[in-house]
């Protein structure tokens, strides 16, 4: 069991749904990251937030909304998405924000996104 | 740009075998490189981080070489089980960037 927590796992949803997905930790993480991963691809960072604001937007487009309600929670929400952003999006959290102190960074097991 | 290579072939070795992956690097060097091992349909777990000053790092079975001057890490698991047979990505965390770039990953294939 990983100790970051996604849901839903699986989701399929019709371009003109809303929806959202949801991330949890409870390691007193100040830094936690949005991803998407297509098969056979790395991830690919979507946003990062730390101390709850946003501090990094990979120039994601707006049909992907970002929002941090506290220390322990990001959610993605979803709004007229198109059947190429069907792909694994993993949640991720660090201590601080990488690259400026050697943290690693722990994933939960992402939810499989499909837009029909 | 900066580019990371990973050896896009999937690595065949048989069990008890040392396992070697190469990440190769372009441009800059990191400030630190991290070993992550994904297996189908979970997320990245992070398995060892090397620092641009240091040479090597070990964690049980694991062993990571870090050049500086060939750009490049190796990852080496000695004694490998078929429970080894996974996807490992290397990422890179650049001097004046907050974030980490991952590599594609090698896919690793233990038979026993």
């Known amino acids: 069991d990983t100790e970051v927590t996604q849901t839903p796992k699986h989701l399929v949803m019709g371009m003109t749904n809303k929806k959202s997905l949801k991330c949890e930790q409870h390691m007193g993480h100040r830094a936690m990251y949005w991803y998407k991963q297509k098969a056979k691809k790395p991830p690919e960072l979507m946003f990062v937030?730390?101390?709850?604001?946003?501090?990094i937007n990979e120039s994601v487009p707006s049909r992907f909304s970002p929002e941090c309600p506290n220390s322990s929670l990001l959610n993605l929400h979803l709004h007229a998405l198109q059947p190429e952003d069907s792909a694994l999006y993993l949640c991720?959290?660090?201590?601080?924000?990488?690259?400026?102190?050697?943290?690693?960074?722990?994933f939960g097991d992402g939810t499989r996104l499909s837009i029909l | 740009s900066q580019k990371i290579e990973q050896n896009s072939e999937a690595l065949n070795i048989q069990e008890g075998k040392t396992a070697t992956l190469t990440c190769n690097y372009t441009n800059y060097s990191p400030a630190y490189l991290q070993w992550y091992r994904q297996d189908p349909g979970r997320g990245p777990v992070f398995l060892l981080l090397i620092r641009e000053n240091e040479k090597e790092k070990r964690k049980e079975r694991l062993k990571v070489t870090f050049d500086t001057t060939l750009k490049q890490s190796l990852f080496h698991i000695t004694a490998s089980q078929p429970a080894d047979s996974a996807t490992y990505l290397c990422?890179?965390?650049?001097?004046?960037?907050?974030?980490?770039?991952f590599g594609k990953g090698t896919m690793l294939l233990v038979s026993p």
């Open positions: 991720a959290s660090s201590q601080v924000v990488s690259g400026a102190s050697n943290q690693p960074q722990h």
């Open positions: 990422a890179l965390a650049f001097s004046g960037y907050s974030t980490l770039t």
């Open positions: 937030y730390s101390y709850e604001k946003l501090s």
